[in-house]
């Protein structure tokens, strides 16, 4: 089993739709990173949590640290947040960051 | 919020040259970076860790001649690639920590080796 695991891994949604990307981990963790990957490989990093809840625009991003599961939600969702959206922790052990295979999300017009 | 940079974006190179790539703090000093190279899938697999001043950390299994790390400077750590072959056309980003463990990104060097 995959030290983080996200859900889903493909979502196709209309544009306008709430999006919901779920983020688990298995792992004691110092802190969450949600990141947004765009075709061509270009990274963005959008948030990094280590408790509560943080709004940024049409984002926002939340992680309840006892059940180790983190949220990122958009709003009003529009074919430019088409990307791939990746969970990463670091852990708290030896301070390794791992990743999460990602969702890919398509906001169809 | 803290910026990082990548140079460049995108390289192309032919297979036996060296490749170097840039991170760069913007504007905030990082004593530690960390250098990640991406899989297929969106995995992404630590290489090592570079502290200012000092020799950089390796992970298991990342060939410390083949991919040497200098970070002379508290905005500023390189990674070469040196003798690079096909199979090191990749997605690499850095990251930096200014403080604690806070990291931001850069945008990631797509390398790929003809």
């Known amino acids: 089993k995959n030290e983080v695991e996200q859900s889903p891994q493909n979502l196709t949604a209309q544009e306008g739709e709430f999006i919901t990307i779920n983020c688990s981990y298995s792992v004691g963790i110092s802190a969450l990173h949600w990141l947004q990957q765009h075709p061509g490989g270009g990274i963005v990093s959008l948030f990094m949590l280590s408790s509560g809840k943080k709004k940024h625009g049409r984002l926002i991003a939340t992680i309840n640290i006892q059940e180790k599961h983190s949220s990122l939600h958009i709003t009003a969702s529009h074919p430019r947040d088409s990307a791939v959206y990746i969970c990463a922790v670091l852990r708290d052990s030896n301070y390794q960051l791992i990743w999460g295979a990602g969702t890919k999300l398509i906001i169809k017009p | 919020g803290a910026v990082v940079s990548q140079h460049p974006s995108r390289v192309i190179c032919k297979s036996g040259t060296s490749v170097k790539i840039e991170c760069r703090s913007l504007?905030?000093?990082?004593?530690?970076m960390f250098w990640y190279r991406q899989f297929p899938k969106q995995s992404l697999m630590l290489m090592a860790t570079s502290n200012e001043g000092s020799k950089a950390t390796y992970e298991q299994g990342v060939e410390k001649d083949k991919f040497l790390i200098n970070h002379a400077s508290l905005t500023l750590s390189t990674l070469t690639v040196t003798s690079a072959h096909p199979e090191d056309s990749s997605f690499y980003i850095c990251?930096?920590?200014?403080?604690?463990?806070?990291?931001?990104f850069g945008p990631g060097t797509r390398l790929t080796v003809l």
């Open positions: 990251s930096a920590e200014p403080l604690g463990n806070e990291q931001f």
């Open positions: 504007d905030f000093q990082a004593t530690t």
